[in-house]
């Protein structure tokens, strides 16, 4: 282990963990929908974290999901869904169009405003901000799209799943190897 992997020492508790890796986010985000149906909570659901996170926990060297599956010191990240995705991507565009129909409106509201000078401040104000708008939406899905494709290539999408009993281990199995789940096992700890 390296100085840097000191510095961010990992705690483990004594609850196991149903571990699972995918060869795709449509049967990673099916998994995961059934889980939450069968009583799992969002905090026992977790994912690999970013590169970064990856970086900076375990260092430079290259990692496959085999290497990681097992690995207490893997980062962990939430789950977070297409449609969760889709909705913050509305908000980033919708907050810049409303942004710039806000400064347009505004101007509008001057004792000089004209009719022309209106129909102007608008197509300034809202459009270019829509476009921003929607570009910084359009990066937030392809980051998200290339966080699950980044580590397809690196051996699939990892899933663990901390699983409080005997009960909720074996469920978490099923659900895993019901979705296509590849090495689906359990192990006796959880990050």
């Known amino acids: 282990m390296t100085d840097k992997q000191n510095?961010?020492?990992?705690t483990y508790i004594n609850v196991p963990e149903?571990?699972?890796?995918?060869?795709?986010?449509?049967?990673?985000?099916q998994a995961v929908y059934d889980l939450?149906?069968?009583?799992?909570?969002?905090?026992d659901i977790s994912m690999l974290g970013s590169k970064d996170a990856m970086t900076e926990k375990l260092g430079s060297a290259y990692w496959r999901a085999e290497?990681?599956?097992?690995?207490p010191n893997a980062p962990r990240a939430a789950f977070v869904s297409e449609e969760?995705?889709?909705?913050?991507?509305g908000a980033i565009a919708g907050g810049?169009?409303?942004l710039g129909s806000y400064i347009a409106m505004a101007a509008m509201l001057t004792p000089l405003s004209t009719l022309a000078a209106s129909i102007a401040a608008?197509?300034?104000?809202?459009?270019?901000?829509?476009?921003?708008g929607a570009l910084l939406a359009r990066r937030v899905g392809q980051h998200h799209k290339d966080y699950y494709a980044d580590q397809i290539r690196n051996g699939g999408i990892l899933l663990w799943i901390r699983?409080?009993?005997?009960?909720?281990?074996?469920?978490?199995?099923?659900i895993l190897k019901g979705h296509s789940g590849r090495d689906v096992h359990v192990h006796g700890w959880s990050e």
Request: no cysteine.
């Open 67 to 71: 290497d990681l599956e097992d690995n």
């Open 7 to 10: 510095a961010h020492p990992t």
């Open 96 to 98: 810049f169009f409303f």
């Open 36 to 43: 939450r149906m069968s009583g799992f909570s969002r905090a």
């Open 18 to 29: 149903a571990v699972g890796v995918f060869d795709s986010f449509e049967t990673l985000q």
């Open 84 to 89: 969760a995705i889709g909705e913050l991507q």
């Open 122 to 132: 608008i197509a300034i104000g809202g459009g270019p901000s829509a476009v921003i």
């Open 163 to 174: 699983a409080i009993d005997k009960e909720h281990e074996t469920l978490a199995v099923k």
